[in-house]
Structures are given as structure tokens and as C-alpha cells.
């Protein structure tokens, strides 16, 4: 599992969010169009693409994307 493709997978979730915002320190939490739709649309992606359950909470302590992706990680 890279992080590239990982951000790939992850900024699809966002509608009018331009994916060159993503990187692996970008604070998800403040974008604009964050919310819990969002949200529920990124623990849908990472159990479709990565075989991993996350929870609503262990997203929300979530910081970065890169906090997400080690998360992913060490369920795999």
C-alpha cells in the first residue's frame, strides 16, 4: 500500500475539493467541505479498496491523511 495512491483514493471522496490540496499533512478536518458524509464516504473507500474496518471515532481522532493512512496500515 503506497501513500500516493492512498491520497488518490482518499481526495476522490470530495466532491469540489481540488485533489491537489491532499497531501499526506493536509488537516482534512478543515476543509470546507468536510462533513460527516464524507466521512462515512471514506470508511466505505477503505473498506472497499483496502479491506480494513475503521470507526466513525478512530476517524475523527484522525489529524492528516497521513494519520488515516498509517491507521489503514496497521489494521492490515
Known sequence: MEIKEFIQNFAEQFEDTDA???????????????????????????????????????LRTAKTVADVFELVKSKK
Do not use: N, Q
Open 20 to 58: 491537489s490540496v491532499f497531501t499526506p499533512d493536509t488537516v482534512f478536518h478543515d476543509l470546507d467541505e468536510w462533513g460527516s458524509l464524507i466521512g462515512l464516504s471514506i470508511i466505505a473507500m477503505i473498506d472497499d479498496e483496502y479491506g480494513v474496518t475503521i470507526k466513525g471515532d478512530e
